[in-house]
């Protein structure tokens, strides 16, 4: 062994060669490489309901009120399906594009022309039937 010290002086030695000592910096520093981007996560919430019908209507009430409390969610990504079988999973939104980029906030295959969100949101489409995508 070079240094017999014990470890508390060994580095007391280098946190003085370091310029950092007792003058109250830090050893511990943020990493020197950039950060990974936000990934993309799907949560799956459990409910009953007596049929599809009466599901998609709670699944589509529950993801507009988590909506209003969490404005970062997603809301065009909801998606319903049977607790056994997620692979068949219907979407609950339009998410039709726009002319602006905008994107329908409507359930899906609803009737008429496509609404931006917010009040007096961009309306397009021609409104002939249901999914004018």
């Known amino acids: ?3 017999n010290r014990s470890p508390h002086w060994r580095q007391r ?3 003085g060669a370091l310029s950092i000592g007792r003058a109250g910096g830090s050893v ?4 020197g490489r950039p950060t990974r981007p936000h990934r993309f996560f799907t949560v799956h919430l ?3 309901a007596p049929g599809t019908a009466d599901a998609r209507e709670l699944a589509v009430a529950y993801a507009e009120a988590l909506s209003l409390l969490r404005p970062e969610l997603a809301l065009g990504a909801a998606a319903l399906s049977p607790a056994d079988a997620w692979h068949r999973a219907e979407r609950l939104f ?3 594009v726009g002319p602006d980029g905008e994107r329908c906030v409507d359930v899906a295959d609803h009737p008429g022309f ?3 969100p917010g009040p007096g949101g961009l309306g397009w489409g021609d409104g002939d039937g249901p999914g004018d995508a």
């Open 13 to 15: 030695r280098v946190l």
């Open 1 to 3: 062994m070079r240094d």
């Open 46 to 48: 459990g409910f009953t």
């Open 94 to 96: 339009c998410g039709a």
């Open 114 to 116: 496509h609404h931006a």
């Open 28 to 31: 511990i520093r943020p990493p």
